[in-house]
T-cell receptor, first 112, second 115 residues
Framework: SQQGEEDPQALSIQEGENATMNCSYK?????LQWYRQNSGRGLVHLIL?????REKHSGRLRVTLDTSKKSSSLLITASRAADTASYFC????????????FGQGTILTVHP | GAGVSQSPSNKVTEKGKDVELRCDPI?????LYWYRQSLGQGLEFLIY????????KSGLPSDRFSAERTGGSVSTLTIQRTQQEDSAVYLC?????????????FGSGTRLTVV
């Protein structure tokens, strides 16, 4: 089964609202990363948070990591229609031998 | 090049034919990964090359799948005797030196359709 599981599977909001996506994982990690995918093609790296970090910010993105609960969240503030995409978390597991394991993704739709 | 380049961008093939998918990573990136993504699904790991080490082939779904990386740069993923269940988007990514170095850079993928 996938190491990362995102929740919800789909999220629909209005422009200007905040969007929160959650990710849970099973094993100990070196870091956790979030990616964005438009139109089912290549993914774009958004942010990386290391296992010894609890929170990280990048522009309108805020990522938290709770290693005791093995969970992470991605918050997009003041969403825009252009944020419409699929968002994936990916874990670099300590036992993962140097490769990322991706979750199933959250489909975010932001209505203008 | 400036990014990860994959070719072809789309490939339609008949069941039973062999296909080759190409990935040209970012110059200087020692790690190269292949994933595939079926419609509406997450990414499934296939194979990972790191420098001169033996590749991690643990994700290849069958012996019809193989990949090589020549000269530590360009990689080719070969699927022999294609089946309809092989239809997916095949994504290549590269990174500087593994997963802790700032994330992967993905190519735009090859959409493979087996008819």
């Amino acid at each position: 089964s996938q190491q990362g599981e995102e929740d919800p599977q789909a999220l629909s909001i209005q422009e200007g609202e905040n969007a929160t996506m959650n990710c849970s994982y099973k094993t100990s990690i070196n870091n956790l990363q979030w990616y964005r995918q438009n139109s089912g093609r290549g993914l774009v790296h958004l942010i990386l948070i290391r296992s010894n970090e609890r929170e990280k910010h990048s522009g309108r993105l805020r990522v938290t990591l709770d290693t005791s609960k093995k969970s992470s969240s991605l918050l997009i503030t003041a969403s825009r229609a252009a944020d419409t995409a699929s968002y994936f978390c990916a874990t670099d597991a300590i036992s993962g031998a140097g490769k990322l394991t991706f979750g199933q993704g959250t489909i975010l739709t932001v209505h203008p | 090049g400036a990014g990860v380049s994959q070719s072809p961008s789309n490939k339609v093939t008949e069941k039973g034919k062999d296909v080759e998918l190409r990935c040209d990573p970012i110059s200087g990136h020692t790690a190269l990964y292949w994933y595939r993504q079926s419609l509406g699904q997450g990414l499934e790991f296939l194979i990972y090359f790191q420098g001169n080490s033996a590749p991690d082939k643990s994700g290849l779904p069958s012996d019809r799948f193989s990949a090589e990386r020549t000269g530590g740069s360009v990689s080719t993923l070969t699927i022999q005797r294609t089946q309809q269940e092989d239809s997916a988007v095949y994504l290549c990514a590269s990174s500087l030196a593994g997963t802790g170095s700032g994330g992967y850079t993905f190519g735009s993928g090859t959409r493979l359709t087996v008819v």
